[in-house]
């Protein structure tokens, strides 16, 4: 009887760690830049702007990482375009 214990207590830690494992994988965790909505009704007309905004985490962006105004961002046709608000997506006015 007394070797039954440990290999029994083995045996249910092992299903308690692959149950935990299970339920760890179904968690639904928001994505690291936002979605945004602002909605307002302007006159008789209703304005949406979706937007996304990058995680600054502490960084200074505007001016250091990111340069004001136009410039050559390396891809595309265009010579000099200024850089793209948001983060997943563009943002768009409805």
Partial sequence: MKKMYPKSFFV?????MLYTVNVAAQLDLPAGSQIAKVSQRVGITDMTIVYSRPSVNEREI???LVPYGMNNLG????KESPWRAGANEN???K
């Avoid at 249910?12 to 308690?16: D, F, I, N, P």
């Avoid at 891809?75 to 265009?78: D, H, K, L, N, R």
């Fill in 12 to 16: 249910l830690a092992l299903v308690m």
């Fill in 62 to 64: 505007w001016g250091k």
């Fill in 75 to 78: 891809f595309g046709t265009a």
């Fill in 91 to 93: 943002t768009t006015i």
